[in-house]
């Protein structure tokens, strides 16, 4: 018996994205599978933000397509990634800080309950399924009413996640989640991930920290000045390979070359003047000697 295997939840097939003369990236094939954390790597510069934001659909593809499982869709806005369970957090969170954590956790989609003569937020209701939608991220809260704000660089993106998986997310794209956290924190934004993978998502998990990729990623996509080296496996790649791909394997060699170069020079420069020193202190001292000899006194 032959068994199917399901499309990816979504994929870009060659997709290049120019802005004017500029190619932000360029024929650029990736996917996601349903419980696979898919980590996107690149240094600064690399077109991880382009990407993300064609997957989004806050920009449309120059060439190339767009797959949700397994059908080529177009984007008109955000909001239609949103319809088809596509959700980003970026880096800022999106997120009010004065506000409590579950008016965020509901931010544009309040649940509201009749009060005559108006409809206003259901604070309870709010307050229960942050509290619940939290808890089965493994994520306890002392107060859903207290700002924000007061919580850590970890325990905000939480929220953040939470509230996607909450909204229907099927695919939860993560723009440098833990590029301000310390350790500790980028600790439990990665087991957040986990989480999220073991209930069934795709997670596509952007950084240029191979530190905080490697342990939580299945496969990795590595670019480099808006270019693909390809998608790998973790069995596939080591850590050190993955580095030196994201750099530029090359480049590195070339620098360290260059480096090596700039050691030598710095060393028969230090000999040259070690050299010349000794000369110039004997030279110096022989002057002395002379200028001794014409002042000495005669007999």
Known sequence: MQTTTPAPLIAVENVSRYFGQVVAIKDITMSVNAGEVMCLLGDNGAGKSTLIKLLSGVYRPSEGR????????????????LTMGIATVYQDLA???L????????LGSEPTKWVPPFRRFDVK?????TREELAKMGIQVRDTSQPVGTLSGGERQSVAIARAV??????????????ALGVK?????????AQARARGLGVIFITHNVHHAYPIGDRFTLLNRGR???????????????????????ELEALGHELEEMARQDRDNAAALATAGREFTAEARDIERDAEDRTEPTA
């Open 125 to 129: 209701r709010a307050d229960r399924i």
């Open 99 to 106: 506000m409590s954590i579950a008016r965020n956790f509901f």
């Open 66 to 81: 767009i797959l949700v499982d397994g059908t080529e869709v177009r984007f008109a806005s955000p909001r239609d990634a």
């Open 185 to 193: 924190e980028a600790g439990v934004v990665l087991r957040y991930i």
């Open 166 to 179: 909450y909204f229907g997310a099927r695919v939860l794209i993560l723009d440098e989640p833990t590029a």
């Open 228 to 250: 693909s080296y390809g998608t790998f496996a973790k069995s596939e790649v080591t850590r050190e390979e993955v580095v030196s791909m994201m750099a530029g394997g090359e």
């Open 95 to 97: 997120m009010i800080p």
